[in-house]
């Protein structure tokens, strides 16, 4: 088991192992906080306009590059589920066909609704080893 020491506002690091245990250093315990890292690509593969959907246990990603820019984010739009796998790419945009929303594809924020709000995209962290990149979950 790879250990590393921290409180819990403390970021969860990856040390380059498969797994890892977050430490409450004030309490002296294992907070119990264990990560795995999920490898998605190989970085030789990635390009701009790169997209792939993968599904991890009952999370639902896709990975994208735009702009030389990597990003990890949920596959289904936030506000019908419609598969974003479909969606178009307006600068720095996600925008959803189904019915025109566009979603920041770095923050997650909605740019713009065309009938009730929902809420942002979720974005996750992207974590490299050495010659891939993944996820923890
Ligand atoms: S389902 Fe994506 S905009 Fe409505």
Do not use: W
Request: neutral net charge.
């Amino acid at each position: 088991m790879n250990v590393i020491k921290g409180n819990r506002s403390s970021k969860l690091r990856t040390t380059g192992k498969d797994q890892i245990t977050v430490y409450d250093y004030v309490s002296r315990k294992i907070i119990g906080i264990t990560m795995r890292f999920y490898s998605l690509e190989k970085l030789i593969n990635l390009h701009d306009n790169y997209r792939k959907v993968i599904k991890i246990d009952q999370y639902n990603l896709m990975l994208v590059q735009v702009q030389g820019e990597l990003h990890l984010v949920e596959s289904q739009c936030p506000h019908r589920g419609h598969p974003l796998s479909e969606s178009d790419i307006i600068g720095t945009g996600l925008r959803c066909p189904l019915h025109g929303y566009q979603f920041d594809i770095a923050t997650g924020d909605l740019l713009k609704a065309t009938e009730e709000p929902c809420r942002g995209l979720k974005i996750f962290d992207l974590v490299y080893q050495e010659t891939e990149v993944g996820v923890m979950l």
